[in-house]
């Protein structure tokens, strides 16, 4: 706008500058003749500017709104950062801004650098790392995102997000007295009222798993349990599906936009039952289990009803966006064997 208002004002200048030295010219010797030239110059430019802002349709208000969205102050930051690329803070609050607008990969980098200035010796750098990797694809828990929360512990052992995030990581790898531990910490500093009632959810499902434990191992020691259990050799509940692209959607379609197949529990929002990223190939079988949740005490049930839905992150997020396409299905767990689930529409 500003190289707009830059062109209009040298064009109004220049068309006066036409008609006003032809009048100085011809009459040198009127008195009438500045004052004529000067008339032409004001009426122009007023003229102009009236007529502007009365045909016009920009809203000047829109667009201060838009140098003060939070796009174009991001964008402020990470150019102020070009020119002092050794500013810590700055880093660290453009990896902050970068996952607030769920522009996961950015903040990978922001962070990245983050670290790299402190030496490996900021936690919140460290976590803020983990929490975009694992944002971007869970199984970092289990990963590169897991290390990282773990050398954030030994900086920051009390920091909630940390204690938050190793809690979870641990719950990815199946240490649950290590998870329950992490939470039990979480709840001693005194978490927000909304958040508390969620972590004590997670101890009390953790306390019931650990309990089916003790109890599965008492069983599996007594020789009267053990025959039954080798005759049944029952298998973990898993969800089995073929994911397909409908053709007329392969144009939205990009070879590095990764694929999420998620399965959920249609009566109950939050968090999915279970979750993998995949490669964007077609058409591929997907096998979901227990061990692909993502919170302890929400997973996948012998004879549930549940919902498959396959997502392509065009953004590289796990968190759907306008525009990505998708497909979804019912599956009974148990009791069905591979069903077809096609991308065939688009994130509203």
Do not use: C
């Not at 950062?81 to 990896?95: A, C, F, I, R, V």
């Amino acid at each position: 706008m500003i190289t707009f208002i830059i062109l209009a004002a040298a064009l109004t200048v220049a068309a006066a500058t036409v008609i006003a030295v032809p009048l100085l010219r011809r009459n040198p010797t009127l008195a009438q003749a500045p004052w004529t030239a000067l008339a032409v110059v004001a009426l122009l430019g007023v003229g102009a500017s009236a007529l502007y802002a009365t045909l016009s349709n920009w809203s000047w208000s829109r667009a201060a709104a838009a140098e003060d969205s939070p796009q174009a102050m991001v964008g402020r930051l990470a150019r102020r950062l070009q020119h002092d690329p050794d500013d810590l803070s700055g880093w660290l609050m453009l990896g902050r801004s970068y996952l607030a607008l769920e522009q996961t990969p950015l903040a990978i980098r922001a962070y990245e650098r983050a670290d790299q200035l402190a030496d490996g010796k900021s936690a919140e750098a460290l976590i803020g790392l983990a929490e975009a990797l694992s944002v971007d694809d869970a199984a970092q828990l289990g990963g590169r995102a897991g290390k990282l929360i773990e050398r954030a512990l030994v900086l920051a052992p009390h920091s909630p997000k940390a204690l938050f995030l190793g809690a979870a990581a641990a719950l990815h790898r199946g240490e649950l007295p290590l998870a329950r531990q992490r939470f039990a910490a979480l709840l001693a500093l005194n978490p927000p009222e909304n958040v508390r009632p969620l972590i004590e959810q997670q101890v009390a499902a953790i306390d019931e798993q650990l309990a089916g434990q003790s109890a599965s191992q008492a069983d599996a020691a007594s020789p009267s349990a053990a025959a039954p259990e080798a005759a049944t050799g029952a298998a973990p509940a898993a969800v089995r599906v073929k994911v397909a692209l409908s053709p007329r959607l392969r144009g939205a379609v990009t070879a590095d936009a990764p694929l999420f197949v998620f399965v959920r529990d249609p009566r109950e929002p939050g968090p999915p039952l279970a979750v993998k990223r995949l490669a964007t190939r077609f058409p591929q079988t997907v096998e979901l289990t227990a061990a692909d949740s993502m919170i302890a005490g929400r997973a996948i049930a012998p004879g549930e009803q549940v919902e498959v839905v396959a997502r392509i992150a065009r953004s590289g997020s796990p968190v759907a966006q306008r525009g990505d396409p998708f497909g979804e299905v019912g599956y009974r767990v148990g009791r069905d064997g591979v069903v077809d689930v096609v991308i065939d529409r688009l994130t509203p």
